[in-house]
């Protein structure tokens, strides 16, 4: 058994779980994965032994449990990476933490109405609110680009735990396709075009479990 266990759900559904499991990636660090179905008769059964939420993902790292995408960030922040998955300035890694977590614990509609579906390719109506949510993002992307952004392509130019929190939305927004502006849209594709979130999304297009349509948008 590896020292590092990621459990996490299925690939083309769990968006949360993606968050961890590209930090462990991006940092050449080596780990299981469990990886269970969600939303199945089953599911709880299987979660059971592993999360005390019933939710992925979580970690386990020899006797410690870390359960939440953010948290666990932050404990592989601190225990595995010696603090280099945040920006080390603190002006930065302030508004990194401050975005992470606003990502993480806002956008309602978004998080309601367009769920990750790696399969999924489609153009919908926007409401109201889901339209505002979109904005907000494209000026977190747009501001980070360009206050933090000079040496590299990520949010705050290399690589953090902002990217990882942002991952699942580039999936999403790759499904719905909503409008954004170019700096929002090169930091999307930066997202796309990295090689691991890319190995997520064609493991997840090639899973069978199925949700229902209304659910997942797709097929
Ligand atoms: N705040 C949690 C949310 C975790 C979450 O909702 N995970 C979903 C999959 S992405 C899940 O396990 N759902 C199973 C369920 O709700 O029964 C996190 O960031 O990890």
Redesign the pocket.
């Known amino acids: 058994m590896k020292d590092i266990r990621l459990v996490i ?1 299925d690939k083309n ?5 993606l ?1 961890p499991w590209l930090l462990l990636k991006m940092f050449d660090i080596e780990f299981e994965e469990i990886q269970i179905a ?2 199945q008769d089953n ?2 059964e299987k ?1 059971g032994p592993y ?1 005390p ?5 979580v970690l386990l790292h020899r006797e410690i449990t870390v ?6 960030c932050e404990y592989i922040n601190e225990e595995l990476v010696k603090g280099g998955a945040w920006p080390s300035n603190p002006r930065r890694r302030a508004s990194a933490r401050s975005v992470s977590n606003e990502i ?1 614990s806002e956008f309602p509609a978004l998080k309601k109405h367009w769920p ?1 579906n790696c399969k999924a390719s489609m153009k919908l109506s926007l409401s109201e609110q889901l339209f505002n949510e979109v904005a907000r993002i494209d000026a977190i992307w747009n501001c980070c680009r360009h206050k933090f952004g000079e040496n590299g392509d990520y949010l705050f130019g290399r690589f953090s735990i902002a990217d990882c929190l942002f991952a699942p939305t580039a999936v999403i927004f790759n499904s719905y396709q909503p409008e954004l502006s170019q700096p929002a849209r090169e930091y999307l594709e930066t997202l796309l075009d990295n090689p691991f979130v890319q190995k997520w999304m064609a493991q997840g297009r090639g899973e069978i479990e199925r949700l229902p349509v209304s659910w997942a948008h797709a097929s």
């Open positions: 759900g559904y769990s968006s949360w779980s968050c969600l939303y599911t709880a979660l999360s939420s019933l939710k992925v993902p359960w939440d995408s953010l948290a666990i993480h990750m």
